[in-house]
């Protein structure tokens, strides 16, 4: 009798803790779905913020910032802004899945390692005139390329750690030129 009191014991032991463990199972999967859902909704706002700040860009700039101090990137940031253009360090994947299907689709080979995005949405020269004066001041500042009105120029030249000669001597003609493909 005693035998069968214990086993009893053990199922009804056995279920209660079967039970507890479903319950603490949906309590995890429902703060999954609420932390999910937090980050769709933060991963749209991201993507609708880039589709709209892109949508009459006039220039886009794509460079590496890597190993750039912090204060001299906040200089950079200022003296972009002060000059008229948005300086961003966007997730390269939201710029990819934002751009998608659209004008600014070719920028997305640009967009691979630690970027910072400078844009314009009035003049296509400034955003490469500025990038070129400190990619000459700070040699870690590697210019990767950019578009004029969506067409998408590569800085060929920075796989070999050169920022400025070869690839980009002529990056600020070509933004000039850039004008006639509106």
Known sequence: EALKVAQAAKVSSAKATEERMRVA????????????????????????????????????????????????????????RKNGCHYRVLKNTLVKIAVKGSKMEPISSLMVGTT????????????????????????????MGGTVYFAVFKNISSADGDTFATGMTNFDTRFEAGRSFK
């Open 116 to 143: 910072a995005v400078i844009w314009s949405n009035e003049v296509p020269q400034t955003p490469a005139q500025i990038a070129l004066k400190w990619a000459k001041d700070e040699p870690k500042f590697k210019i």
């Open 25 to 80: 199972n949906a309590a995890i999967g429902a703060k999954v779905e609420a932390e999910e859902a937090r980050i769709r909704t933060a991963t749209d706002k991201a993507l609708g913020e880039i589709k709209e700040a892109w949508q009459n860009v006039a220039s886009v700039i794509v460079a590496d910032y890597a190993g750039i101090t912090v204060p001299v990137v906040t200089a950079m940031r200022d003296d972009f």
